[in-house]
Structure formats: C-alpha cells, structure tokens
C-alpha cells in the first residue's frame, strides 16, 4: 500500500519525517492485510470455470491480488468464486463448503448462472442463483464473464473490504456464527430455513383437498 493511502486524514507528520512514519488505524490496516492476502478455494462448477482457471494463469494472474494458491481446503480458504451452473444436485456441498471455510469468508457469484440460474432459470434442475442459499458480495455479469471481467469483480470485492469496520464485523460478535442450514435434495429440492412454510401449505392443501364437492378457483 502507497504511504499516503495508509496515513489517515486530521495528522500532521512533519517533513523530515514524511515516509518513515505513518499514523493510521487498525481498520485500515486490518482491512488491507486481508484484502491483500484472500485465499480462494479450487473448486469450479461449469465453463465459466475455465475462465477463472485462465485467470489465475499466467497471463491474467490471481498473485497480483495476493491468491497465489487455490486451496483444496475449505477451512484453508477465506474465498468462493462460485463460477458456473448451480444444480439442485451440487447447492447441499456448496453450503457444506462455505460452512467450513474460514471467518471472514467472502463469495463471489461469477456469471450468469451463479448469479440468477443463467439460460437454465427454468430448468427443472437448476437454483436460480446461489444467493438463495449462501451470501453474495460480488456479482459478476456475463455468460461466460472474461478474465477481465472476474479480476474487475475481485476489485470491488478489494474495494468492500476497504470499507468494512472490526466495529460491526459480524465474525467479532459475541455469539459464534450460525452455519447455514444444508438444503435437502429429495423428489425436489428442500430448504431447511423454509420447513414451517412447507408445513402450512401442505396443510392448506390437505383441507382443500378434504372438501370434495366444492369448486376451485
Ligand atoms: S454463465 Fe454461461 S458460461 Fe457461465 S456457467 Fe452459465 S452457461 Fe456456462
């Protein structure tokens, strides 16, 4: 980080020694190690994964950003680019996952897909976005997203961690975070965070039934 990002506004630093010392505060200084230092995870789920391999390729190159190493880990990993389709089949071990990785965790949705089901919105066997069950920081467009694209989206994600606070951070609270609930894959897929719903509109279903004779609507 450039000196003068790092000092904070209000302080006055005389010349002589300008660029040996810096006042700044633990936020910034917090937030920048750990926007400089994410680890993603490898996994990768359709074609928009063979862009993010590119980019973490040589040419593109994940390093600049301080992600040299996909981990094969999630408790290794702070990082989830979700990059490609997601089916009913895969979203139980993408909750798994994200429940294991490492507090601050970060996700970016990658393409259309990840983002609100893509071109197979309708499919009977896609979600239609993983942001139904898991928490999005980034989105990022396109079907497939460039390299370009994804290092765009890594940039805002830099830029929201910039402007978080240890003051409200959700992984200092006093109470230890809740994993998310992981969703059922039966005849159709479950969301466990929706059973009472579920509940009562089975229940409207079964007195509806119940009543033969009268006419629906
Ligand atoms: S957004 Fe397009 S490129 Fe990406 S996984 Fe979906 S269909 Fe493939």
Redesign the pocket.
């Known amino acids: 980080m450039k000196n003068e990002e790092l000092i904070s506004s209000g302080y006055d630093i005389s010349p002589e020694i300008q660029g040996a010392v810096s006042i700044t505060s633990i936020d910034r200084i917090y937030n920048w190690s750990r926007r400089s230092s994410l680890w993603p995870m490898m996994f990768g789920?359709?074609?928009?994964?063979?862009?993010m391999i590119c980019t973490a390729a040589s040419r593109f190159d994940f390093s600049r950003f301080g992600m040299e190493v996909m981990r094969a880990s999630p408790r290794q990993a702070d990082f989830m680019i979700v990059?490609?389709?997601v089916t009913k089949k895969m979203i139980p071990q993408i909750v798994r996952l994200y429940n294991q990785m490492a507090e601050p965790r970060y996700v970016v949705a990658?393409?259309?897909?990840?983002?609100g089901g893509?071109?197979?919105k309708e499919g009977y066997n896609v979600v239609s976005g993983v942001d139904k069950f898991i928490p999005v920081d980034v989105y990022i467009p396109?079907?497939?997203?460039t390299p370009q694209s994804l290092m765009n989206g890594l940039i805002a994600l830099q830029k929201k961690i910039d402007h978080q606070t240890l003051k409200n951070a959700s992984w200092y609270t006093k109470e230890p975070g809740q994993p998310i609930p992981v969703p059922v894959l039966g005849p159709d897929l479950m969301d466990p965070r929706r059973y009472e719903e579920i509940k009562e509109r089975s229940r409207q279903q079964l007195s509806e039934v119940s009543q033969p004779g009268d006419i629906k609507a």
């Open positions: 789920l359709a074609c928009c994964a063979i862009e990059s490609g389709t990658m393409g259309a897909c990840a983002s893509g071109p197979f396109g079907c497939p997203p």
